[in-house]
């Protein structure tokens, strides 16, 4: 048994809505072992090792079903067992995570396991665990080699898992403030490995580190972090401070007590979490030791007089006191039976402690500082107290060493109430905690006394939203209130597009829009990210990685986001939903990559982008595969795109109330026109969008229909609409790579990154419906990783539509012979007809337009396929024509006997696109390539 194949979907796929690991697992012999053959006693081992698989309901849908399943005659195979398995891992780490799904796969002994994670590395390693744990319970004739290490010890894996878990897994604090953006709808991005999280999207975002806020002002975090400057500021406002010393040196601290006057507390000048803190230290010697604990911690210490009564943590957010909690340090309670280290066991046998913050309460440790409480009392762990005494393991009563809490927010005196938002002010946080020393609470500190010793500034929230005793309370609320006040915005509004072909143009049309409008928009594209027009990163960012990065970005109040197939196979999603999303078509491409071998599984993966849309669902009803995606979507509205007007099912729609684009015809042409809630608007005249070159690239036409049916959905109006699209062309520098046109030389270069069969086919479409005096050239290529039949494909979708074709094949080889590919398309389109003359193999991609630049003669139209699309550029806009010998021209244009490979002279190094010089026979080359 052993994982193949593994894939992290940070959002929405097409196996669920959240975040899920998909692994491909092998059984091998384990195959032949379901549950059903290994027996009762493998279940009876599995359920000792995770109890809470009791709780699976499994296909029952009960609580046991899961078990019920194992024990039946057949049982269930491992694959099933080990998605449980890594679920109630992650729950006994404190996730709440409950989705899977197992299917077989072709292959026998082999299946897709699929899981819910809460957190990324937290999800892997629980699979990792899971599958351990199987092996180690299986008999050892059958156990998978290797996979159980000597010694492996399951309750120490366990717990290794739970602690490294929650080293990952948000705090409790950030986590309850997670929680309460998720209940106000407010989104939200993890920004690195601990407790930094953005909350909101774009300019509307806020930043939270654990519970300090981008609002806590940094003077007032350093002067909380300064004990010493706190207490005396604190003071000088005449609020209750015990008198305290800075010491560097146990001799300073053994005098600074001298002079306080004994009991005494030694504590870190910059400590928290009650680390290095002694309290009620009563001579010399404890003093000596307890600056030796708080030196661990800080270079300077602080001794200060010892404050009696209860330790109380009160909450202030805002400049209101939201919650009050006395606490407990942990401790064991005597019944004369047992002894200390028994009563710890009985006690960390409550359900509500667990490893670290995994459960409400934390387990009790028996470790150096319990002993050595334990010692200062005169007891050890063998020691068994009377009935009824409490013994104390910690001095301090921070919940992480194992203490209690109990609520007492409805209780505590008004005095103590206005005290504590007195001090938080005076230090300046919008957020702060109070450590208040006091007999009770429910008395002011003006009669009975007591003090405030300490401040802090990023107070944990465990205790008050799960409290030991009493109210649990919403402290995260507020925080949230104070971020985001009653109609303040902290989403940006979302599109997102997909589609075979036509997705990069659309988003750019898109983005354009909404600049026209007055956004300030984030893009991602094929080649890169925009902010506000600009590219700030390059490459392909179609994926998630990408869609966070814009939405992470504090400029933009709107996004638009291209989303291609790869990156939904490869890590679905980068947000949960989006307010608009379009699907363009589902055409033949990338079939047979990453499982997708038909065209209704590519619509599946694609269908994705409708699914998580909540205001709107864009679809082109001209596409069978899309138009079907409507019954997928829980969308406020479906807006149908068609060039058909007389669509009957788009029309049905609109009779119906419903939203629509369609391709009206007028008497000056063609028109855009979108249709809502009985409203016919009409919107632009194609001839007037300079991007479909007027209405012949019908193409761009959709495109534009596309782009202003989002735009319209998204809230933006008419007049912004049509300003986009009248100003939106297809120049490289708004659209490289799609329809560019360059017509500086005697012809004309239509230049385009189109890779399939059907991008391809429109532009061929194009191409001979512009008016064109001389030839029409093709250079012609495809992706070395996709199928034989879609290569054939693209052949034939320009196969006797020009004079000339030249085949070439991308830098990019993907496993396939330098000359495969433009082989294999040359031979397509000699089957097809096309005279072996007319074909000209050259596998080089800088001298194959080089060879077709030097065909061109005046009246010609060059349709240039490109893969380096800058290079590419490049080289066609400082192509210089004049000056070629004619018998270099000759010779270029001249019809071969067969498909043949035009090579540059051996000593020559491939085409660069900087320093172009001709050697004596008019050859372009440069001492070396680059971009």
């Not at 009377?386 to 013994?391: L, S, T, Y």
């Amino acid at each position: 048994m052993r994982i193949i194949d593994r894939s992290v979907y940070v959002g929405p796929s097409h196996y669920a809505r959240f975040p899920v690991i998909r692994l491909e697992l092998a059984l091998d012999e384990l195959e032949s072992w379901p549950t059903g053959r290994l027996g009762r006693q493998f279940v009876d081992d599995l359920v000792t090792a995770l109890p809470g698989l009791a709780e699976h309901g499994c296909s029952y849908q009960e609580p046991g079903g899961f078990i019920r399943r194992m024990n039946e005659d057949e049982g269930t195979w491992l694959g099933h067992v080990l998605e449980h398995a890594a679920l109630e891992l992650q729950n006994v780490a404190g996730e709440d995570v409950s989705f899977g799904k197992t299917r077989s796969l072709d292959l026998p002994g082999h299946y897709s396991v699929v899981y819910e994670y809460a957190e990324r590395e937290e999800g892997i390693a629980a699979g990792e665990l899971a599958l351990r744990l199987l092996s180690s319970l299986v008999p050892g004739a059958i156990r998978p080699a290797g996979m159980v290490p000597e010694g492996w010890s399951w309750p120490e894996a366990r717990d290794e898992y739970i602690r490294f878990a929650q080293r990952r897994a948000l705090g409790p604090s950030t986590a309850s403030l997670v929680q309460a953006a998720e209940r106000r709808g407010i989104p939200w991005l993890r920004l690195n490995d601990q407790s930094l999280v953005q909350l909101g999207h774009g300019r509307y975002q806020q930043r939270l580190q654990a519970t300090v806020t981008g609002r806590t002002p940094h003077i007032a975090v350093e002067l909380a972090s300064d004990k010493e400057e706190t207490n005396r500021i604190l003071g000088s406002l005449g609020l209750p401070v015990p008198r305290q010393e800075l010491v560097q040196s146990e001799r300073e601290a053994v005098r600074g007590a001298q002079r306080l006057g004994f009991p005494v507390v030694t504590k870190p000048y910059n400590g928290n979490h009650g680390r290095g803190i002694s309290i009620r230290l009563t001579s010399d010697e404890e003093v000596a030791r307890g600056f030796a604990v708080a030196r661990e911690h800080s270079r300077s210490v602080i001794v200060e007089t010892y404050l009696e009564g209860d330790d109380h943590r009160l909450l202030v957010v805002n400049g209101e006191l939201v919650a009050a909690t006395r606490r407990t340090p942990g401790c064991v309670v005597g019944d004369g039976k047992h002894t200390i280290e028994q009563l710890i066991g009985i006690v960390n046998q409550d359900p509500r402690r667990g490893v670290g913050h995994e459960k409400v309460l934390t387990r009790l440790e028996l470790d150096a500082q319990a002993q050595a409480m334990l010692a200062r009392a005169g007891l050890g762990p063998d020691s068994v107290p009377e009935a009824g005494k409490a013994v104390f393991l910690r001095s301090t009563a921070n919940l992480s060493t194992g203490g209690t809490a109990t609520d007492v927010t409805d209780v505590i005196h008004p005095d103590n109430r206005d005290m504590a938002v007195r001090a938080i002010r005076a230090v300046g946080l919008d957020v702060g905690g109070v450590d208040f020393l006091t007999r009770d609470i429910t008395l002011s500190y003006r009669e009975i006394g007591g003090g405030i010793c300490e401040v802090n500034a990023a107070p944990g929230f465990r205790m008050h939203v799960a409290p030991s005793e009493g109210t649990p309370r919403d402290v995260a609320g507020p925080v949230l209130d104070m971020l985001f006040p009653q109609g303040a915005p902290s989403r940006v509004p979302i599109a997102a597009i997909t589609g075979t072909n036509g997705k990069t143009t659309t988003a750019r049309m898109l983005a354009h829009i909404l600049k026209m409008a007055g956004y300030t928009p984030g893009l991602t594209t094929t080649d890169g990210v925009y902010i506000d027009g600009q590219r700030t990163v390059s490459g392909d960012m179609t994926g998630p990685v990408s869609a966070r990065m814009v939405l992470a970005d504090p400029h933009i109040d709107a996004a638009v986001l291209e989303t291609a197939r790869g990156g939904l196979l490869r890590a679905g999603m980068g947000v949960a939903a989006v307010d608009v999303g379009a699907v363009l078509n589902v055409q033949p491409d990338h079939l047979g990559l990453k499982g997708i071998d038909t065209l209704e599984q590519l619509a599946e993966v694609k269908r994705v982008v409708v699914e998580v849309a909540t205001g709107c669902a864009v679809l082109n009803a001209d596409d069978p595969l899309v138009l079907r995606m409507s019954a997928h979507t829980d969308a406020e509205h479906i807006c149908y795109v068609t060039m058909n007007p007389q669509h009957v099912l788009v029309r049905e729609h609109i009779r119906a109330g419903g939203r629509a684009c369609a391709l009206e015809a007028g008497v000056n042409g063609q028109m855009v026109t979108l249709y809502d809630r009985g409203s016919h608007i009409p919107l632009v005249w194609t001839h007037l969008i300079p991007a479909t070159l007027e209405g012949r690239a019908t193409h761009n036409v959709q495109n534009a229909m596309f782009a202003a049916s989002m735009a319209f959905s998204l809230g933006v109006k008419l007049d912004a609409i049509r300003q986009g699209l009248r100003t939106f062309d297809t120049t490289f520098y708004q659209a490289p790579g799609r329809m560019n046109i360059f017509d500086e030389h005697p012809f004309k270069v239509l230049f385009d990154y189109g890779h399939n069969a059907h991008a391809v086919s429109m532009l061929a479409d194009l191409a001979c419906r512009l008016d064109v005096s001389g030839r029409r050239i093709v250079v012609l290529a495809g992706p070395g990783d996709r199928r034989d039949e879609d290569l054939r494909a693209i052949a034939l979708a320009v196969a006797g539509r020009f004079d000339h074709y030249i085949c070439r094949r991308d830098d990019n080889l993907r496993e396939r012979a330098s000359d495969e590919v433009p082989r294999l398309q040359a031979a397509t389109l000699a089957a097809a007809g096309v005279s072996e003359s007319a074909i000209s193999v050259i596998p080089d991609e800088q001298e194959a337009i080089d060879a077709a630049l030097r065909m061109g003669r005046p009246g010609d139209l060059l349709l240039i396929f490109a893969d380096a699309l800058v290079r590419s550029w490049k080289q066609i806009i400082r192509f210089r024509p004049e000056g070629a010998p004619a018998a270099a021209a000759a010779r270029l244009s001249a019809a071969p006997a067969s498909p043949v490979v035009e090579a540059p002279p051996e000593n020559l190094a491939p085409l660069s696109l900087e320093g172009l010089i001709r050697d004596e026979r008019g050859i372009r080359y440069a001492p070396e390539a680059s971009d």
